[in-house]
């Protein structure tokens, strides 16, 4: 099994649609971005990423190419959700912590925990949506959001090369180990009485 872990902040600006977890909030402003802006979806692509040591949101959707801009966030998460199976996981559960000022999340956290629990292929039980108020962070013309997931190997999988590692059984390890400290060639004695040049 392995972790990941995701964060992310977008500022509020007037004028622009709220999506939060893939859902359209009613909100008398939205969050500024290159994309819609979905604070909630961009943490949970990169805890997917993360988790599967594949870089992050920006290495794979630059900010800078223009067929991101204004992109429904679902894209991405959908691309990283096809990086994972191709490594062999799935989602187990995913847990994730909003901080924003308003709107309230209570009323949606249902909705949004549907649509994201849809985006992963789990069951809605397996989604944790939280929500706290910037207490004394001065964060309140943002929201953030934060994201940990936990991935499972799939029944069966057949993990790519660069994740096999965690497959090989430890003495096998030992052994390998073991071969390249036999095959490293000992130290070459200097004349000054023994020493090797990186011993003073
Ligand atoms: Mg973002």
Redesign the pocket.
Known sequence: MRIGYGW?S?EFKRGVPLRIGGVALRHKQGLA?H?D?D?LL?ALTDALLGAIAAGD?GTHFPPSDPQWKGADSVTFVNEAMRLVREAGYAVANVDSTLILAEPKIGPHAATIQARVAELLAVNASAVGVKAKTPEGMGTEKAAIAHVAVLLVEKPGRKLLAHHAAEDVPQPEIDKVVEQVVKTVPAPAKSKSGGKSRLDF
């Open positions: 992310d977008h971005g994309s802006g604070v961009h949101i």
